[in-house]
């Protein structure tokens, strides 16, 4: 058993889904297969029960859990002092990030956490489109930007996955739609949708997965903020479509309407995806500044 193993176990643990855990690792799905395996054989026992939609924890795997989190922890926690011993004591650190991080990576507490420790790190934050943000990585006017990746990958650029998460239908309680289960694309056609504004990767990938289809579909509210948008839906006046983590956030707020959900077939579920772009090579990006803030947010994932 080895950190690495952890690192794999973790990341499926927290997706329950071993293609959004090997995608968010940027591994692949028979290698990261294969290292929970090896795990289970070194352990002595099964640490998930697996479906064909969903994996969930052994009473062995949630143990486990609790522990590797630790143990990931402390790891990180002696990378940091190693870290600041090699330097550090002064620089810049300039992160972009899209709009509606929040419910993947505590930016402000990250930032604060990068803060406490290298106090000599002055720190720049710009919320921006996907787009943009990958030109300014690209330009070298911020050090890594927090988006949606590219379809394709651009290739002078490097790239470190944080999540794929399965989006869902948000809805009023009373709608037709409240409570369905592996609905297609088409099902959602004759919809009116409300959506964010095109620059934002959320709609992109909506877009382009109803596109793919080979399907049309009506916008008839178009804003530029996640609260109004999931609001238009509780209302009744449509539907929308957004990532798990945004939805359940929404559910527990008793503040708004009351929402309901539906859920794709995993044949049509678009997969919103969050990385790390940066300018680098192996994986890594190319200054200690921003490989250091990425070393503290990715053991463990820093998520809500």
């Given at each position: 058993m080895d950190l690495k193993q952890l690192e794999h176990f973790v990341a499926v643990a927290e997706e329950r889904h071993f293609t959004r855990a090997s995608r968010?690792?940027?591994?692949?799905?028979?290698?990261?297969?294969?290292?929970?395996?090896?795990?289970?054989?070194?352990?002595?026992?099964?640490?998930?029960?697996?479906?064909t939609r969903r994996v969930a924890l052994t009473p062995a795997g949630e143990v486990l859990f609790a522990e590797a989190r630790r143990v990931l922890a402390a790891a990180q926690e002696a990378r940091n002092a190693v870290t600041q011993v090699h330097g550090l004591a002064r620089g810049r650190l300039s992160i972009g990030a899209i709009h509606g991080l929040a419910p993947f990576i505590d930016l402000p507490a990250s930032l604060g956490q990068f803060r406490a420790a290298f106090g000599g790190i002055d720190i720049e934050l710009t919320l921006d489109g996907s787009r943009a943000l990958i030109d300014e990585v690209r330009e070298g006017r911020i050090d890594?930007?927090?988006?949606?990746?590219?379809?394709?990958?651009p290739d002078d650029l490097g790239c470190q996955m944080f999540a794929c998460e399965g989006m869902v239908i948000v809805c009023a309680r009373q709608h037709r739609l409240a409570g369905q289960r592996e609905l297609t694309l088409g099902d959602l056609s004759t919809e009116i949708f409300a959506d964010l504004r095109p620059d934002w990767s959320v709609r992109r990938l909506v877009d382009r997965s109803f596109a793919a289809a080979g399907l049309q579909r009506r916008t008839g509210f178009e804003v530029n903020d996640m609260p109004?948008?999931?609001?238009?839906?509780?209302?009744?006046?449509?539907?929308a479509m957004v990532p798990e983590s945004v939805a359940a956030a929404r559910v527990r707020d008793t503040r708004g309407a009351p929402i309901a959900l539906a859920t794709l077939c995993e044949a049509d579920e678009p997969c919103w995806e969050l990385a790390a772009v940066f300018k680098g090579r192996d994986g890594e990006p190319a200054t200690p500044v921003a490989r250091a803030f990425l070393d503290m947010l990715k053991l463990p994932f820093i998520v809500q």
């Open positions: 968010r690792l940027n591994l692949v799905q028979s290698g990261l297969s294969a290292s929970i395996r090896s795990l289970e054989d070194d352990l002595g026992g099964p640490l998930f029960v697996r479906s890594l930007a927090f988006t949606q990746p590219t379809i394709p990958a109004m948008l999931l609001e238009l839906a509780a209302q009744g006046l449509a539907v």
